[in-house]
């Protein structure tokens, strides 16, 4: 047992507490990747109408984010393993923000056609741009935490996502009904562009961090944190680690359990995507609500999820201080929620809204709980290649941001209601139980062959 977890009270009370100020710094980063992610769920009615797309074009345009965001991955990871993350980030949050304020001018250029070909390289510029963030947060994470908190850490940057459907799908529909469509992306897009600096302003290595005490380093170091970022250990292991490549990609690529975590993220991601993009356009469609409504009526559910998704972290981590093994504390929350999240299927067997609301809700509470693959990522993960490897978990999983708004798109256009799309999204969440609890064995991290 280390000396930092049977400190004295004294101990304690001296270590400063810098990583929490580190996790809220990648939480509010976070919030902002998603909310500028889902900005033409929010838009996309009022748009629609102004450039006439129909249900299939706007899969595709949905998509247009995911597939740069996914061929993006691998290089992401290589240059966070490289370059680390507090200057890869910052690139990321600077561009990404610059794509989203562009979006705002896609109605000066003339023809729809134009307008929806320029909506679609911005969109895939700007997957490419946000590709570095989730495996920046995963390395940061597994620089400033020890394993004992590191769920509980990751939770809350991955519910992220949930907060900015709390705060920013209400605020962006408001915007849109107010103002137009246009003043969403300048607002999110210069703020964006502020929150750049601050991550310069704010961000270290723990070992270089001028806020952190001696005491913080070491309860950091002695629980498994990698506190020198990639420089951790010299020029030796610093010169692997710039030289990690495909030789280590195939190693990856070839472990079950990695394989089985990565299957998994994908189909928990089904359902990440479809109330990213497709949930206020049903509620507006096949609820017949405004978008005004539509828009606070979406932050219900995400308030669930946010709940759901911090709920997880603390109970995988209290599960470990508790003494189980690291392979129960993950599995049980993830298989226990996503077992709840097919509850969504139901939604296609009832007719009142507030019932809808209340299974979209509990859906959400269960994918918040069972959403730890970001924990599971920084606890598995090779010391020489957290980058890469997030990279290629967040690639996997982001297929799905591919894949379900054109499955979405086409189901809703062939048959002209949401019930096959309801069907696919639950499926999904069960096959995330199969993949943990088949072809997941013991959780731990991979040693690198030479």
Known sequence: MSMSRTASPADVMKRTRVRYLILLLIFAITTFNYADRATLSVTGSAMRAEFGFDAIRMGYIFSAFSWAYVLSQIPAGWLLDRFGARRVYAASIFLWSLFTLLQSSIGLLGSAATA???LFVLRFAMGAAEAPAFPANAKVVASWFPTQERGTASAIFNSAQYFAAVIFTPLMAWLTHAFGWHHVYIVMGVAGLLLALTWLSVMKNPADHPRVNKQELEYIEEGGGLVRGHQRA???????ANGVGWPVVKQLLTN???LGVYLAQYCINVLTYFFLTWFPIYLVQARHMTILQAGFV?????ICGFTGGVLGGVISDGLIRRGCSLTLARKAPIVGGMLLSSCIIGCNYVDTDWVVVALMSLAFFGKGIGALGWAVVADTSPKEAIGLSGSIFNMFGNVAGIVTPIVIGYLVAQ???????LAFVGINALITVFSYLVIVKDIKRVELRA
Do not use: H, I
Not at 298 to 302: G, Y
């Open 116 to 118: 929806v070909t320029a």
């Open 234 to 240: 010299g020029g030796a292991s610093r010169a692997k």
């Open 256 to 258: 079950r359990m990695l």
């Open 298 to 302: 979406a932050s219900l559910p995400a």
């Open 415 to 421: 048959s002209g209601s949401f019930n096959g799309a």
